[in-house]
């Protein structure tokens, strides 16, 4: 009953690396999101994705990128690793929306330590 | 802009008995969505419920009712008949007309059930 996958749960980079955070959703949704998250900081939104080859910043975008090439696909790419990313990240997916009761359904959260 | 805070960064509480985590928000969206999500310890995020602004009456779901105040702009999550597997982080969120796609998130609060 797995419906948004996250490719890996733990990663130990070293800085400077080229890293990428797959994310896989089974449910159709149009909207996904990576967040990031760190210990008092709660979610924080780094970009998200209403549609294929769309994609819009969030709150902390600097130093990430992303890619939407397919409906059901959204990764994450750090160009550059850097010790100052390493935290807990979390890809999730939702239907379109405002105040609806759409909620957002998480994946399992990939755990990335830069050294 | 859209803030939701959470000023309970750990709280108690006694198995079997009740207790209820804060959450204040602010938003000028006419209407919006709030949602409060669990995350155990193994990281994944999983949905407890949700109550939209117009909704006359306050959400349940089994355990978990969500107090809503409108004019104080709080939705307080209140867990009953509190069990050990209730110890995780409880983040609430919130989602609005006018921020479309996105959703907000507060810092979370800490609850530990003690036997």
């Known amino acids: 009953d797995v419906k948004v996958t996250q490719s890996s749960r733990y990663l130990v980079k070293r800085t400077g690396e080229k890293v990428f955070l797959e994310c896989v959703q089974d449910m159709d949704h149009e909207n996904m999101f990576w967040y990031r998250q760190d210990p008092g900081l709660g979610l924080r939104l780094i970009y998200f994705?209403?549609?294929?080859?769309?994609?819009e910043k969030g709150d902390i975008p600097e130093g990430y990128s992303v890619s939407r090439e397919k409906k059901e696909r959204f990764s994450l790419i750090l160009e550059s690793a850097s010790t100052n990313q390493t935290s807990m990240y979390l890809c999730?997916?939702?239907?379109?929306?405002?105040?609806?009761?759409?909620?957002?359904?998480f994946g399992a959260g990939s755990r990335l330590t830069v050294l | 802009a859209q803030k939701i805070t959470q000023t309970q960064p750990g709280m108690f509480v006694q198995e079997k008995e009740a207790v209820t985590l804060d959450c204040t928000y602010d938003?000028?969206?006419?209407?919006?969505?709030l949602f409060w999500y669990k995350q155990p310890s193994s990281g994944e995020m999983i949905f407890l419920i949700y109550q939209g602004s117009y909704d006359q009456q306050n959400a349940t779901e089994g355990r978990y009712s969500l107090n809503f105040q409108k004019a104080r702009k709080s939705a307080n999550l209140v867990i009953s008949a509190s069990q050990l597997g209730d110890s995780a982080m409880y983040f609430c969120a919130m989602r609005g007309t006018n921020t479309g796609n996105q959703f907000y998130f507060g810092t979370g609060t800490s609850l530990t059930v003690i036997p």
């Open positions: 994705s209403y549609d294929v080859k769309m994609k």
């Open positions: 999730a997916s939702s239907l379109p929306g405002g105040a609806g009761a759409n909620v957002l359904t």
């Open positions: 938003t000028s969206d006419p209407s919006y969505g």
